[in-house]
């Protein structure tokens, strides 16, 4: 079999699967895009990837072409041996069954070889360094991100293609922040790249998509708070986003308003300001100052 990646349609007329709407499968089938999703991963020989949701293979065939390694985990049971028969002769591509929300990224790269049964070995080797790649179901987004991210150790990449919408939120800046935002921003440095438009899918969904790349810090953004209360501190600043931050925190940590004023005033935030408003390094002295630790 040609190395040559093939036409995504061609995958799709060949395999006559019917897609299935509830597991988000929305396949991207112009292959300059594809190619470009792969080129934004920096790819180098000796690269691993994780790649989440394979589909019918049409991005796979470009990562292989780049990296020394793919594991892709896709989760349709139909898919297994049409993505297993179309790498045969690719000894560097290995295919996984499972839900990713549900697997430990780095004990899924430790896969090796497409004749792996698709389960992960009881003794696992050291975790190796690896990127991620994937066409994400819309309704996972966020759980997949928070997932990847939180991961130990997490890739030193992520290329994701997501909701346009859902892109522009993850690389807002003060005045515009999100809960995503800051989960995102907290672990990484999102760039958001080209944009798709609706029409190179299949099915054709309802809004355009967007590229974007998640380089990982080597430290979390705030590396002096603890993640868990970090969070639990901006879940409860963005619990109520519309109301000024002394009735959300009041609200989201159970305590008065006073104290909520009292805390944010020692950490030089004025209490009528938005959850919108506050900065990564702002929540962090919030969060100190909540937990004594300031």
């Known amino acids: 079999m040609s190395n040559r990646a093939p036409s995504p349609l061609d995958l799709v007329r060949r395999h006559d699967l019917s897609l299935k709407r509830s597991l988000g499968q929305n396949l ?18 000796t690269d691993t990837v994780l790649e989440i949701g394979p589909g019918l293979g049409a991005l796979t065939h470009h990562l292989a072409e780049r990296a020394g390694r793919v594991v892709a985990v896709e989760l349709d049971q139909r ?10 002769d690719r000894p560097h591509v290995s295919f996984v069954h499972g839900d990713i929300l549900e697997l430990s990224p780095p004990e899924v790269i430790q896969m090796v070889g497409p ?8 003794a696992a080797p050291a ?42 939120r993850m690389v807002a800046q003060c005045g515009a922040m999100s809960l995503l935002a800051v989960s995102v921003q907290f672990y990484a440095r999102p760039r958001a790249l080209h944009k798709i438009p609706a029409g190179a899918f299949l ?8 590229v974007v790349r998640l380089d990982v810090r080597a430290q979390p953004a705030v590396p002096d708070v603890e993640p ?29 308003k006073e104290q909520a004023d009292r805390w944010l005033t020692s950490s030089g935030i004025e209490p009528r300001r938005r959850a919108e408003t506050v900065s990564l390094q702002e929540w962090g002295m919030l969060t100190r100052t909540v937990y004594g630790t300031e």
Request: contains cysteine; glycine residues 4%; hydrophobic residues 45%.
């Open 28 to 45: 991207l089938i112009d292959s300059t895009h594809l190619a470009r999703i792969a080129g934004a991963a920096d790819l180098e020989t």
């Open 79 to 88: 898919l297994m041996p049409i993505l297993r028969a179309e790498f045969a």
């Open 115 to 122: 004749d792996q049964p698709g389960t992960i070995p009881a």
């Open 127 to 168: 975790a190796e360094a690896y990127k991620v790649v994937g066409n994400l179901p819309y309704y996972i987004t966020s759980a997949v991100l928070r997932h990847v991210l939180e991961s130990l150790p997490p890739p030193t990449l992520a290329v994701l293609l997501v909701q346009h919408e859902v892109a522009q």
């Open 203 to 210: 099915p054709r969904p309802k809004v355009d998509s967007r």
């Open 228 to 256: 868990a209360r970090f969070f639990q501190v901006v879940r409860a600043g963005f619990s109520q986003r519309r109301k000024q931050l002394r009735n959300s925190l009041s609200a989201g940590l159970s305590c008065t």
